[in-house]
Each structure stands twice: as C-alpha cells, then as structure tokens.
C-alpha cells in the first residue's frame, strides 16, 4: 500500500511538472529529428531564407522569444549570433526546447503534452498553438511519426 501511494505521489507531481512545461518528457530525439524533417527535411546545408534559419526554420522573433540561445563563448548580442545558433543543429535544438519550457502546453486538447502539441507550438506559436497541422509540413511530420512509431 505504501509503495502504490508514494508512487501515485510522483506521477501526481510528475504530471504537474508537465503541465507547467518544466519537464518535456515528450521532447525527445525522435520528435526533434520529426520536426527538423518536416520543417526542412533536416537538411545539414539548411541556412537563412526569408529571415528563417536553420533545419528547425526558426525565426528572429522565436530565437529572442525563447531567449537568446547562441553556440558556446558566443554573445547574444553579435551579429550573426542567431543565424549561427539556428544553422547549428545542437544548438537549434536548444532554442526549441526554451522555447517549449516557455510556451509548453496541450495544444490539441487531449489531454497530453507530446510531441504533437510541441509541432503546434513550433509552427504557429506559443499564444496560437491551437491551430492544426496542414499541408505538406503535416504531411510529413505525421509520416515521420508513423515511421519512428512515436504518436
């Protein structure tokens, strides 16, 4: 009885440290590399086109929002120091996850916070997220899932 109790305890505590987007146990490799492949097909040669950066097509206005991540000993400030971050696959992983620390939230109302509800907040954002995934990013985001087996 005691171990059914202080385990019921942590998945209580566990879930509401999901809930408040601290703990992203649904961000995972898999779900990066998914949204990297829908976004750009994960391409290494990703650079800036049209003021979006990078294999995760990230935004200015998202790299500021999720506060600034640059590569390390570099400085925020630079110019260039978005770009640089945001063509660098570890560190654009990094900018996407504080900006799912920030943001984090069931954005399909189901009732979980996975990697779906993280794509929505990439691709529409945080205060937006519940709009649905369409066209040829859906397409193949939801086909990447299905390969990996993550949904």
């Known amino acids: 009885m005691a171990y059914f ?6 998945m209580i505590l566990l879930s509401l440290v999901m809930v408040n987007g601290i703990f992203l146990s649904n961000l995972n490799a898999t779900c990066f590399r998914c949204i990297c492949e829908a976004s750009t097909g994960c391409s290494s040669s990703t ?4 003021s979006y950066c990078g294999p995760f097509s990230i935004s200015r206005a998202y790299w500021m929002d999720a506060g600034r991540m640059v590569l390390p000993a570099d400085e925020p400030t630079r110019w260039g120091a978005f770009e640089d971050c945001a063509n660098d696959y570890d560190c654009a992983t990094g900018i996407v996850t504080q900006y799912m620390e920030k943001y984090g939230t069931d954005c399909n109302g189901d009732g ?5 509800d993280y794509t929505m ?3 529409n954002g945080g205060p937006r997220c519940h709009g649905a995934l369409s066209g040829t990013f859906a397409s193949r985001f939801f086909q ?5 087996k993550l949904h």
């Open 5 to 10: 109790c202080t385990f019921s305890l942590w």
């Open 47 to 50: 650079t800036c086109r049209q």
């Open 121 to 123: 907040l990439h691709v």
């Open 144 to 148: 990447c899932l299905r390969q990996r």
């Open 112 to 116: 979980l916070v996975d990697c779906v």
